[in-house]
């Protein structure tokens, strides 16, 4: 089988905008240019739809139909396992699903093979449940919360009932490896996902003396105590990028040393971490781009090491270091890194941190599902 023939029905959950997930179906579709989409919702602009799809037809769901369905399309969880099943896509060769929570359950026949690319068994369903339950507050939390737990237990056996008609899993990392056999007791393979390092390049100019950090401004991200622990190096200058609703108590954190920008346009992003000392990442991501984005710039990365990062940051210690591992997420972990790093930054060179990220970029996603699919069909 070749890829540029082969007949794919290609299945994510939803699109409500270009981001990560989606941008992996996109090198999914350049992959099979012969690949049909499916998926619960479509939001796009016509714009990104036509970036994403490229000119392939795009199967929704009957709830994209739903009046004012984008505002609370997520808790319908349940009427999206039924919907997911609802896609008949048993006249193409291969099923590739792109799956966060639903895309793996679409239903396949005994004829087909069945590729789950799993950016991860859904969070809020497995381990987190209690995090994200935790978190309901406001009017009626106390209802809120037990109808919560009720829609997670039926998810869960319903998810648990998909794992099985999967013939093929393939995780985003190994972290998420180790989570899908957790849940599913599924081996699976890993393959990077797509990186666009050609739109992040090493700077032209000089280097400034600011860190950077850039991210929604939303609680697992830990904004906060990335700024709080700047304001205690007061000789170092930290500019945060983003926004959400995490950024009153990102200002209430900030010091003089530390500059918020909100959002920028993409140039003015890509300038930062151009000319950044490093990058600052505390979330423990299943993958995390934004990272291996910094390092196509040539910008070393202090960062948990834990999750994505632990797998695309190479620490001081190994051969060709490319940044800076902290253990917790805590202001003190932080600024020990953060020491480590200023008294270790003539460690890092541009051109080995590019050299890493390349090791993620598109070419090398597409080349790598291209392959793995066509060995086992």
Not at 68 to 76: F, I, M, N, S
Not at 254 to 266: C, D, T, W
Not at 287 to 305: M, S
Not at 340 to 356: G, Q, S, Y
């Amino acid at each position: 089988m070749t890829a540029s023939k082969a007949d794919v029905a290609i299945v994510h959950d939803w699109l409500p905008v270009l981001a990560g997930g989606e941008k992996v179906v996109q090198q999914m579709v350049q992959t099979f240019p012969n690949a049909s989409i499916y998926t619960l919702f479509d939001f796009l602009s016509e714009e990104d739809r036509a970036q994403l799809s490229q000119g392939r037809p795009i199967t929704v769901s009957r709830l994209n139909q739903l009046p004012g369905v984008q505002k609370y399309y997520r808790y319908l969880l349940l009427s999206c396992t039924r919907a997911i099943e609802e896609f008949d896509v048993t006249e193409h060769e291969v099923v590739l699903s792109s799956s966060a929570a639903l895309a793996k359950g679409v239903l396949t026949s005994p004829d087909q093979q069945h590729f789950a690319y799993v950016h991860s068994p859904a969070r809020y369903a497995w381990d987190l449940t209690h995090e994200y339950i935790n978190g309901i507050d406001g009017i009626a939390a106390a209802v809120k919360k037990a109808v919560a737990r009720r829609m997670m237990h039926k998810f869960r056996l319903w998810d648990m009932r998909t794992a099985p008609s999967v013939d093929h899993f393939i995780a985003n990392s190994e972290f998420i490896k180790k989570r899908i056999w957790k849940v599913y007791r599924r081996d699976a393979d890993v393959i990077y996902p797509p990186v666009n390092t050609d739109g992040f390049t090493l700077p032209e100019g000089e280097r400034q003396d600011h860190f950077l950090v850039t991210s929604r401004m939303v609680p697992y991200k830990h904004i906060p105590m990335i700024v709080a622990a700047f304001s205690q190096r007061p000789n170092l200058k930290l500019h945060v990028v983003g926004d959400g609703p995490e950024m009153p108590a990102v200002r209430a954190a900030a010091e003089s040393n530390v500059e918020i920008l909100g959002h920028v346009p993409f140039a003015d992003l890509k300038h930062q971490m151009q000319t950044a000392r490093a990058f600052v990442f505390a979330a423990k991501e299943d993958f995390g781009i934004v990272p291996v984005e910094a390092q196509a710039c040539g910008t070393p990365v202090i960062a948990l090491g834990h999750g994505g990062t632990a797998e695309t940051v190479r620490p001081l210690g190994q051969d060709k270091p490319t940044g800076v591992w902290f253990e917790e997420q805590t202001v003190e972990s932080l600024l020990g890194a953060l020491d480590t790093f200023v008294a270790e930054e003539t460690n890092f060179t541009p051109e080995t941190c590019r050299e890493n990220a390349l090791s993620f970029s598109q070419e090398r996603f597409r080349r790598a599902l291209a392959g793995y699919v066509a060995e086992r069909v």
